[in-house]
């Protein structure tokens, strides 16, 4: 993790520049959103070129006002073919991020996120497998059911296995839901992980200079694997690779 150690800014810096990026994003999400609704009834790589534009342009943005910037590592190509990302969850900023590192894809999301202004019209424009996480086996079923269908119409797939964004330094149990529908499919397992919560956390407004880094695992074969063991490849990998991105104890 990378911060910048020669000006650390104060906090009302910190909040100023991060209500100017708020003001970008919040404006930029509004045009987008309606840019998208006109190129509603024209095909899914149209809308998604279009609409992947707001995340470049926030986080050009966020370089720009925030200071903060991030790199990839990985062991192995990104794979040509379809599929299923597991990716660590700790902030608002991977849910940009993905787009910029993988090729075309939909994501598993609340329902609830597609009900949200401006925001949620653009999510639900990108054919997002929305699922009412209250509704258990119906909503296991409707990922793995969608999923196949936007894995064989040649689009990833993003899951966050936790569920919900954890702290830094804490890991969630990993759902059942990806790894269901990576056994179902056979589609490979690609874990990331990153610690964004560090610079952009949870619930939190201001965003803090610096460096994310990201770590892109190896391709996790699916085939011949039940689900449980799909999940704990995932989660073993990504538990380790967060070790190396995360600072000392004493530093959190």
């Known amino acids: 993790m990378t911060m910048d150690l020669f000006h650390q800014p104060s906090q009302g810096e910190l909040f100023l520049r991060s209500f100017i990026f708020s003001i970008g994003q919040i404006i930029s999400t509004i045009v987008f959103a309606f840019g998208g609704v006109c190129l509603a009834p024209f095909p899914f790589a149209w809308r998604y070129n279009f609409l992947i534009r707001w995340g470049r342009f926030n986080f050009w943005w966020l370089k720009k006002v925030c200071n903060l910037d ?40 609340r329902k609830s996120l597609l009900w949200i202004p401006f925001f949620g019209w653009g999510l639900a424009l990108l054919d997002p497998i929305a699922i009412d996480r209250k509704a258990g086996r119906k909503a296991l079923n409707q990922i793995i ?76 074969e699916t ?30």
């Open 70 to 109: 991030f790199r990839v590592q990985g062991s192995e190509p990104i794979p040509l073919g379809p599929a299923i990302v597991f990716c660590k969850h700790q902030s608002a900023w991977e849910t940009i991020a993905l787009q910029r590192i993988f090729p075309p894809q939909i994501w598993v999301l």
């Open 145 to 220: 059911e969608q999923g196949k269908q936007r894995l064989k119409a040649g689009r990833w797939v993003v899951i966050f296995p936790e569920g919900t964004r954890m702290p830094p330094g804490e890991m969630g149990k990993f759902r059942i839901g990806g790894a269901s529908l990576a056994q179902a499919t056979g589609y490979p397992v690609i874990p990331v992980a990153h610690n964004a919560g560090y610079f952009w956390p949870k619930r939190g407004f201001i965003k803090y200079p610096g460096t994310i880094d990201v770590i892109i695992g190896p391709m996790i």
């Open 223 to 252: 085939k011949e694997k039940t689900a449980d063991e799909i999940n704990q490849d995932a989660y073993s990998w990504v538990a380790e690779a967060m070790k190396s991105i995360e600072p000392p104890r004493n530093d959190r």
